[in-house]
């Protein structure tokens, strides 16, 4: 059973080379059972055997308790100590990673720019009542960058409906463009714009030259930019080498797309479970027994792909923030929604603009801030509710939600009463009353502090249930 210690192993300082091998070798086990279509049946008639046959030596305990759904549920309320040591130690890389994408989108995704801070703090507070738990799994990254224009790969899930490749930026004919439009964006942004990927509706291995381009921005940021590639196994050894370059000087968690049977058996002849330990490899074949798509993009609409479920709401879009196309010099204002015919892939764009060089790109870069991101909303702004957001008053307080997602409160405080709650609530259903107006009218009618007012209303805006100043009211909430 284990000795207990747990440790990072994405930390470079993880020198633990047993430790290290243990955790690869239970994560090598896992994706055989959830990708490889006859592991389950052999593993369960014979653990060792196939464990072997893989060529892993990682105990088949350890291995039932993470995959095995009865072992899972007879282990879950034991004590760490009770757990077999690999399993455990797999425990803790899970909770590494969940750690690790909590902290950048409450932490190193935060743009140090004021209103683009609240702008994007609104649209993740939104997303909480629009799409629940999806939500957790989105970080809202205020930027990304785009390399080329379209991808060669045409997946038939395509969540963000990429089209066809049709152009690619080479480095050469960019580099001073490229180290211009990085430096801005740090200035403007700060740290949080090395959060970027050098992908999106892209795929990052179409450029032949990405490697040039994540150099630079390793200089800039001294951050390697995550990589989603479903192009690993087109030049191997370009991959191997990316990721054993990239691992060395900058750990953190890449990830492939896994687009058939054929090149995950490829991935596991080329790759050792350890050059893999910082590789998350997503299943998108057909034959992988845990195989689902999020219904968004072409996924939507493509009746051969199996999605999680057949309803709208769902995205996979995760920037709040600025997409920049160095192929086609453009940069979108985007940010994520449930998918649906007005928005097929779960984003709503908020602008898109080109530009012609690096000053030209600062220029619009501020001006899509300040047209569209405010750090507070002026007082005298006519205030309307977001539609499709149910408000409830309760007797904490308010309640408020979207059908089948998270419920959230606003509780009364000892200086905030319900009753105010719910009077500001009635205030807002009534639709284009401004802060002051609402302050007004409720202190002639209850005696209501106007502080307490405004306090209580900048925390509607800040949970995102108020419309941008931007947005067209349409028919209001319940
Ligand atoms: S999912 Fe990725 S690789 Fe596949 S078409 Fe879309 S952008 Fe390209």
């Known amino acids: 059973m284990s000795d207990g210690e747990i440790r990072n192993v994405i930390s470079p300082a993880c020198d633990d080379a047993e ?43 350890s291995v039932k308790v993470l995959c095995d759904h009865e072992t899972a549920l007879a282990y879950k309320d034991k004590p760490p100590a009770a757990w077999p040591r690999a399993a455990l130690r797999y425990r803790g890389f899970l909770r590494e990673k969940i750690m690790s994408r909590e902290r950048m989108a409450r ?28 939500n957790e799994s989105l970080i809202h990254v205020p930027l990304a960058f785009e390399l080329d224009l379209g991808c060669s790969v045409g997946c038939p899930f395509c969540g963000v409906m990429a089209g066809k490749l ?21 200035e403007i942004i700060g740290d949080a714009a090395g959060q970027a990927t050098c992908y999106y509706a892209t795929e ?14 390793f200089d800039v940021f001294g951050i390697a930019p995550q990589i989603t590639t479903a192009a690993a196994m087109r030049k191997p050894e370009r991959t191997k080498n990316y990721l054993a370059e990239t691992l060395r000087t900058y750990r953190r968690v890449h990830r492939f797309s896994v687009l058939s049977l054929d090149i995950l058996h490829r991935i596991f002849e080329t790759f050792t479970p350890e050059e893999l330990l910082c590789v998350e490899l997503l299943p998108q074949f057909a034959e992988a027994p845990n195989n689902r798509f999020a219904s968004a993009g072409r996924a939507r609409k493509n009746k051969a792909v199996r999605v999680e479920s057949q309803e709208d709401g769902n995205t996979i879009s995760c920037i709040s923030g600025f997409i920049v196309n160095m192929a086609e010099k453009s940069v979108r204002l985007v940010t994520p929604c449930g998918a649906s015919e007005a928005c097929p892939t779960g984003e709503i764009l908020l602008a898109k603009e080109t530009f012609s060089d690096a000053g030209d790109f600062r220029r619009l870069l501020v001006s899509l801030i300040d047209r569209y991101m405010m750090a507070e909303f002026p007082k005298d702004q006519p205030l309307w509710l977001r539609p499709g957001i149910s408000l409830e008053k309760t007797a904490e ?10 419920r959230l409160k606003f509780l009364a405080t000892d200086d905030l009463s319900p009753a105010l709650y719910h009077d500001v ?32 209303l ?6 995102g249930l108020l419309l941008e100043p931007y947005e067209t009211p349409g028919p209001s909430s319940s």
């Open 397 to 406: 307080g308010i309640a408020f939600f979207r059908a089948k997602t998270l």
């Open 425 to 456: 609530l009635d205030k807002l259903r009534a639709g284009g009353k401004s802060a002051y107006d609402i302050a007004g009218e409720l202190m002639e009618e209850t005696g209501a502090f106007p502080a307490h007012v405004l306090f209580i």
């Open 19 to 61: 430790y290290v091998r243990e955790v690869a070798q239970a994560k090598r086990a896992l994706e055989l059972w959830t990708m490889e279509p006859d592991f389950q049946e052999a593993f369960l008639a014979a653990p060792e055997e196939t464990l072997a046959a893989h060529g892993l030596s990682v105990d088949a305990l």
């Open 107 to 134: 932490e190193d995704c935060v743009p140090k720019h004021p209103a683009f801070r609240a702008w994007r703090l609104r649209q993740r507070n939104r997303c909480w009542a629009e799409l629940g738990k999806r």
């Open 166 to 186: 049709q152009k690619v930026c080479r480095y050469d004919e960019t580099a001073a463009l490229w180290k211009g439009v990085l430096t801005i964006t740090r």
């Open 204 to 217: 990052p291995l179409d450029n032949p030259d990405y490697e040039k381009f994540a150099d630079d921005f």
């Open 458 to 463: 900048k925390k509607f805006e800040q949970a």
